[in-house]
């Protein structure tokens, strides 16, 4: 069974940093993992992939402040968010693609004041 567990989210104000850390409860090498987030009264969104050999993707709100990043020993996957804005507020959720299935973890508030 797939477990995905978030953390490090927070409030933090607009310019700031935040790094969010999703550990997966098996292994995630041979898989493509992902970011995503929703804001209030939105829709889910991506925010970033990683494939299994390591290729990213960005949605062009966070290109060139955010980082996606694996550590497939450990299992993690990251999220490096630089520059924050107001408008990055949501929850954000860890996503793993398994055979044409999404697993999520329970999400983790970022909250970025003006």
């Known amino acids: 069974q797939v477990q995905l567990v978030e953390s490090g989210g927070g409030l933090v104000q607009a310019g700031g940093s935040l790094r969010l850390s999703c550990a997966d409860s098996?292994?995630?090498?041979?898989?493509?993992m992902g970011w995503y987030r929703q804001a209030p009264g939105k829709q889910r969104e991506v925010v970033a992939t990683i494939t299994s050999d390591g290729s990213k993707t960005y949605a062009d709100s966070v290109k060139g402040r955010f980082t996606i990043s694996r550590d497939n020993a450990k299992n993690t996957v990251d999220l490096q968010m630089n520059s924050l804005k107001p408008e990055d507020t949501a929850v954000y959720y860890c996503?793993?693609?398994?055979?044409?299935?999404?697993?999520w973890g329970q999400g983790t508030q970022v909250t970025v004041s003006s």
């Open positions: 996503n793993k693609f398994v055979m044409g299935r999404h697993y």
């Open positions: 098996g292994s995630i090498f041979w898989f493509a």
